[in-house]
């Protein structure tokens, strides 16, 4: 199984250079094509309602109005890095921008990619609570996996040694084999189950035993684990664990805990969002 047309959405500082180079890499690997969408709207630096306070209305009106021809600048800056990285890397692609809130854009796109990259909003950027919103929006409504990628860090390759956030809900079966094409390759690929104190008092085998039983018949190395919360969040456990065996790839599902936040997404997703040390792939 191959991914054939990747996603890429660029934005914020040096153009989102760090997740291009992960999608170039992927595309090489499994012959893809590539599509890269600027959002426009996201390229801003205006301030934001918190750094509002405090300036003068003449100064927030003056950088107001350079905002569209910085942002314009900032695009073509990105379609340049864009369209070099394609051809230094011998792939085709194509470039879009947009305009406004790109959530329905992207959604649209997304369904025709196997796969949308994305990357973790700096957490005092301005347009972090924008582009959480974003992911959130992609998550519940695109159909498609995401892979984000943290704004800090070097990824020279991903989906050597894998980590899956396991539990036993359709979200995860879902994130589990949305990344079969990246599992495939995998040097080690462990399914990691976290429990609670009483629940880790068994010599039973783990509870993912099965899901690695089931990646093994399709030819993935892996294995099955367990760690105790130890009181900890989840989020931690999970981020602890993948730093203790060295991963370069974290796949889970997001999800939501009540009707009430039927269309947010779950503390776990949330906490990874914000504290991510790894690519993540996410799907709902």
Known sequence: MHLRDILVVLHGANAGERRLAITLGLARQHGARVTGFCPLD???TAPSALEVVG?????????AALQPSRM???????????RDGLTQAGLTGTWLTGNGRPHETLVR??????LVVLGQPEPESPSFARIGELIEHLLLHAGRPLLLVPYAGTFDRIGSQVLIGWTETREAARAVHDALPLLAGAERVTALTILEGREAQT??????????RHLQRHGIKAVAARTVTDGIADADALLSYACDIGVDLLVMGGYGHSPLRERMLGGVTRSLLRHMTVPVLMSH
């Open 203 to 212: 010599d039973d085998e783990p509870p993912a035993a099965e899901l690695a």
């Open 109 to 114: 796109l997304a369904h025709h990619a196997d």
């Open 55 to 63: 300036y003068a209305a003449a100064m927030i009106n003056a950088q």
């Open 42 to 44: 996201l390229m801003s």
């Open 72 to 82: 314009a600048e900032a695009a073509e800056q990105a379609e340049v890095v864009f």
